[in-house]
Nanobody, 125 residues
Framework: QVQLVESGGGLVQAGDSLRVSCAAS????????MGWFRQAPGKEREFVAA????????FYADSVKGRFTISRDNAKNTVYLQMNSLKLEDTAVYYC??????????????????WGQGTQVTVSS
């Protein structure tokens, strides 16, 4: 049974940094695409970042480029999202997702098979 478990969310002030983690288990993720999405209240879920399990070039949404960094630790089966210079508009529930080979673009939810339960990130002024 595949499980993605996020952790590390919390309440921070604007300008602070925070790292959220996603522990993956239940299968081998070689060749998988690992992504982070977020959903703010009243808004649709949106793509944040993605990286292949083999560690290829990462992808970022324009809104987080230069501030967020996605990485993975194969030995720990964990994917991270380092968030710096946080802004009020980064407040959301952050979801980890895993997707196998497919034709859907990396920035769409349809590309991903498995999802975590989410972790809340709140940025205050």
């Amino acid at each position: 049974q595949v499980q993605l478990v996020e952790s590390g969310g919390g309440l921070v002030q604007a300008g602070d940094s925070l790292r959220v983690s996603c522990a993956a288990s239940g299968r081998t993720f070689n060749g998988y695409l690992m992504g982070w999405f977020r959903q703010a209240p009243g808004k649709e879920r949106e793509f944040v970042a993605a990286i292949t399990w083999s560690g290829g070039k990462p992808f970022y949404a324009d809104s987080v480029k230069g501030r967020f960094t996605i990485s993975r630790d194969n030995a720990k089966n964990t994917v991270y999202l380092q968030m710096n210079s946080l802004k009020l508009e980064d407040t959301a529930v952050y979801y980890c997702a895993a997707g196998g080979p497919g034709s859907n673009p990396y920035y769409t939810s349809r590309r991903y098979y498995y999802w975590g339960q989410g972790t809340q990130v709140t940025v205050s002024s």
